[in-house]
């Protein structure tokens, strides 16, 4: 009962702020509401900040001051424009994960109590804050050895913040998909659960280091993109320290002319980079925006701040690669099959309609470059399929379609006219050919072999089993109730002997 109320409190003080800033009933779109509430905002609005300013621009103000929940919110509704509407959601895809540093004394006490020394005996020097977002903030040091590291510390308290604010937010969710049916489609209490999951992941900085190094070993391969090493003595729960690396920020677009970066091969390197992590490792750094990508002295793409990553398992990754290969090679038809494959359309819906909706969103982006593609449309479209064919969220599938987004926006600024299809199609080409390609069938081929043979010895014994059933059943006489059941026994028969010939012959074959 105390919870409930705590919660309720929570969600009036993030009422009044939204008010505050004409972000709860905004003026721009009183006319919709019913006359009382047109009453009410017309009252909310006496006194309240942002005049001049979009209702995007208002709400993100009120998400900052609301503090970190609500900035993660803001930041995961900005991948939703088909609830929110496109205007809305760039304003929040711009919102600023920005707060003022706490104070250097309250910082050294963290290091001090996460590895019980001082930051003079651990560092040779220890900055002012360098940067501070809603969890936590950069400074950079010099170790004892004279290398260069950024250390990141937690807010203090901010893990009991983080609590109490998603599980308000649980419970309002739970009241939305309760009343709104047109809502409940988009699983807000999912939705919340995910971005809940993926906060708590970032507020244990050691679950940083492992996402900072895995992905390092998985880019081992790719001298063109660097991930900075983790100094793992110096790491903690609260206390992340990683090698510094120096370069021009990616949003820094004069200093990188200055420099005579190739900003076309720079914006393809960005979606190789980001589509090789997602299609071939499953695991990707899912907040790629401008300030987490730094170009380094020798040109190299280095990626930082590990704190949302996503992880894709097998199926989704060859589902995923499917779909964005159907659409490179106009199968539209062989693309409508993914979806209901996967599940992501439910079974009564027509595939050769869903096949015709993909076409008429696919066909006018063919040999077409950015610059030519209104993207909002072509959205908008798209989300008008999946409300027409009853598609749900996946929320597995969030983080993914967030980090496409904001990997799209950052190569359409190096490079307003690169053609994103031709910039995907040689990693997408690849890992649907590594999958699902003639190799990858001889080595399922191999694996299913291999597990029939495995269960091959146990195959007199059921045989042994299903004669003793006959026995019993000729003994005893036929009953109508053993119909199944000799049917079933004898189908069990069948299905080892043959299981067992193929095994035999695709053995002899692949060796």
């Given at each position: 009962m105390f919870?409930?109320?705590?919660?309720?409190?929570?969600?009036?003080?993030?009422?009044?702020?939204?008010?505050?800033?004409?972000?709860?009933?905004?003026?721009?779109?009183?006319?919709?509401?019913?006359?009382?509430?047109?009453?009410?905002?017309?009252?909310?609005?006496?006194?309240?900040?942002?005049?001049?300013?979009?209702?995007?621009?208002?709400?993100?103000?009120?998400?900052?001051?609301?503090?970190?929940?609500?900035?993660?919110?803001?930041?995961?509704?900005?991948?939703?424009?088909?609830?929110?509407?496109?205007?809305l959601a760039d304003d929040l895809a711009r919102l600023q994960d920005k707060m003022p540093p706490f104070s250097q004394a309250q910082a050294r006490a963290e290091i001090e109590r996460a590895f019980g020394k001082?930051?003079?005996?651990?560092?040779?020097?220890?900055?002012?804050?360098?940067?501070?977002?809603?969890?936590?903030?950069?400074?950079?040091?010099?170790?004892?050895?004279?290398?260069?590291?950024?250390?990141?510390?937690?807010?203090?308290?901010?893990e009991r913040k983080a609590f109490l604010e998603f599980r308000a937010f649980s419970r309002a969710a739970r009241h939305v998909e309760a009343?709104?049916?047109?809502?409940?489609?988009?699983?807000?209490?999912?939705?919340?659960?995910?971005?809940?999951?993926?906060?708590?992941?970032?507020?244990?900085?050691?679950?940083?280091?492992?996402a900072a190094s895995e992905l390092a070993e998985n880019l081992r391969s790719e001298p063109q993109v660097r991930v900075p090493e983790v100094v793992w003595a110096l790491s903690a729960r609260r206390v992340l320290t990683v090698e510094w690396i120096d370069g021009d920020k990616m949003a820094d677009v004069a200093a990188l002319d200055a420099r005579g970066v190739d900003r076309q091969a720079l914006a393809k390197l960005v979606i190789r980079s980001f589509l090789t992590q997602a299609l071939h490792t499953g695991f990707f750094h899912?907040?790629?925006?401008?300030?987490?990508?730094?170009?380094?002295?020798?040109?190299?793409?280095?990626?930082?701040?590990?704190?949302?990553?996503?992880?894709?398992?097998?199926?989704?990754?060859?589902t995923f690669a499917e779909i964005i290969y159907g659409f490179i090679t106009r199968d539209y038809k062989r693309t409508a099959?993914?979806?209901?494959?996967?599940?992501?359309?439910?079974?009564?819906?027509?595939?050769?309609?869903?096949?015709?909706?993909?076409?008429?969103?696919?066909?006018?982006?063919?040999?077409?470059?950015?610059?030519?593609?209104?993207?909002?449309?072509?959205?908008?479209?798209?989300?008008?399929?999946?409300?027409?064919?009853?598609?749900?969220?996946?929320?597995?599938?969030?983080?993914?379609?967030?980090?496409?987004v904001t990997v799209e926006g950052v190569a359409r600024v190096l490079d307003p006219e690169i053609d994103m299809w031709d910039a995907a199609s040689p990693v997408v080409k690849g890992y649907v050919e590594n999958a699902i390609g003639p190799g990858a069938q001889i080595q399922k081929l191999r694996e299913t072999t291999q597990k029939a043979l495995d269960v091959a010895p146990d195959l007199p014994q059921f045989v042994e089993d299903v004669g003793r059933a006959a026995r019993v059943i000729a003994a005893d006489g036929y009953r109508p109730d053993m119909r199944d059941e000799r049917k079933s026994g004898v189908r069990l028969v069948w299905i080892?002997?043959?299981?067992?010939?193929?095994?035999?012959?695709?053995?002899?074959?692949?060796?």
């Open positions: 919870a409930a109320i705590a919660d309720y409190a929570r969600l009036a003080r993030a009422g009044w702020t939204l008010m505050r800033h004409d972000a709860l009933i905004p003026r721009e779109y009183a006319h919709l509401a019913p006359g009382a509430l047109r009453g009410l905002g017309a009252v909310m609005r006496i006194g309240a900040r942002g005049w001049g300013k979009r209702p995007g621009e208002r709400l993100a103000a009120a998400f900052e001051k609301l503090g970190p929940a609500y900035v993660k919110l803001g930041q995961f509704m900005a991948t939703r424009p088909d609830i929110i509407g496109f205007e001082s930051v003079e005996d651990l560092f040779e020097t220890f900055s002012e804050p360098l940067a501070a977002a809603s969890i936590a903030q950069a400074h950079q040091a010099v170790l004892k050895d004279g290398r260069k590291v950024a250390v990141k510390i937690l807010r203090p308290q901010i009343v709104s049916p047109a809502l409940r489609r988009m699983e807000p209490v999912r939705f919340i659960e995910t971005l809940k999951a993926s906060a708590a992941i970032e507020l244990d900085l050691r679950m940083e280091a492992g899912a907040d790629m925006h401008q300030g987490n990508m730094i170009i380094d002295p020798e040109g190299r793409l280095a990626l930082i701040d590990f704190g949302i990553m996503g992880r894709l398992d097998e199926l989704a990754r060859r099959d993914v979806h209901f494959r996967a599940g992501y359309v439910p079974e009564g819906h027509s595939r050769e309609a869903f096949a015709q909706a993909l076409r008429s969103v696919g066909e006018p982006l063919q040999g077409r470059n950015a610059a030519q593609v209104d993207m909002s449309r072509v959205l908008q479209q798209l989300f008008d399929v999946t409300a027409m064919f009853d598609m749900h969220l996946r929320p597995e599938l969030v983080l993914l379609q967030r980090t496409m080892f002997v043959i299981a067992f010939a193929a095994a035999a012959t695709a053995l002899m074959i692949l060796r």
